[in-house]
């Protein structure tokens, strides 16, 4: 089943399996782990990598049929919400006008230490989960179970709800809607 489990993320494509088998196929895997392995520091990190192989297959799946997908997905709501928020106006481009510099010379953007500081922080971010779950494995082996638990429940119902409810990311709304001109703000400025 640990086999099966691993294979099914890389065969999704190839089977004609319906992704709800291949997902459950995946899913499987650490429980199988458990139940096939004695517990140990190994068998625990193991069984996280398993949890985080089928979560980044079940992230990636819906991305399998474009066609599909794009029937699917919702991009008008997050824009209307982006407006609600920005008094009117896209906080990402009230962002950009606010906190981009352009280079006088060459016209092209400029990078601030601010900048480079926010884009590691947000890089960083990706290791924060697993990190703090390695300092526990280490440091606080008693609670490791219920904190990886806890961690990667989080992951899975993230998946769910971009399952149940995809929504477009800014990118993929900006492609998709190109006939959608960004409406004007209403405020003035």
């Known amino acids: 089943m640990v086999a099966a489990g691993v294979a ?33 520091r190994t068998r625990d990190v193991a069984v996280c990598t398993l949890q985080m192989w ?6 990636k799946t819906p991305h399998d049929d474009e ?15 982006d407006r609600v ?24 953007p400029s990078w601030r230490k601010l900048d480079r ?26 609670r490791f179970a219920r904190a990886a638990v806890m961690t990667y429940a989080v992951f899975d119902i993230g998946a769910s709800v971009y399952w149940l409810a995809p929504t477009a990311p800014p990118w993929y709304a900006a492609s998709v809607a ?6 004007p703000s209403t405020r003035a400025g």
Request: charged residues 20%; proline residues 6%.
């Open 85 to 108: 928020l920005g008094l009117g106006e896209l906080p990402t481009l009230r962002l950009q006008r606010a906190l981009a510099r352009v280079d006088a010379d060459s016209g092209a």
């Open 178 to 183: 190109g006939a959608m001109t960004v409406r």
């Open 54 to 59: 089928a979560y980044l297959a079940a992230y």
């Open 8 to 40: 099914a993320p890389l065969l999704r494509k190839r089977i004609s399996a319906p992704p709800l088998a291949t997902q459950t196929v995946a899913f499987a895997a650490p429980l199988a782990l458990c139940l096939a392995v004695r517990r140990s």
């Open 117 to 142: 500081v926010l884009v590691w922080a947000h890089w960083a971010w990706f290791m924060v989960p697993h990190g703090s779950l390695l300092y526990i494995l280490v440091r606080r082996r008693e």
């Open 67 to 81: 066609q599909a997908q794009a029937r699917r997905v919702h991009i008008d709501y997050p824009i209307d919400i």
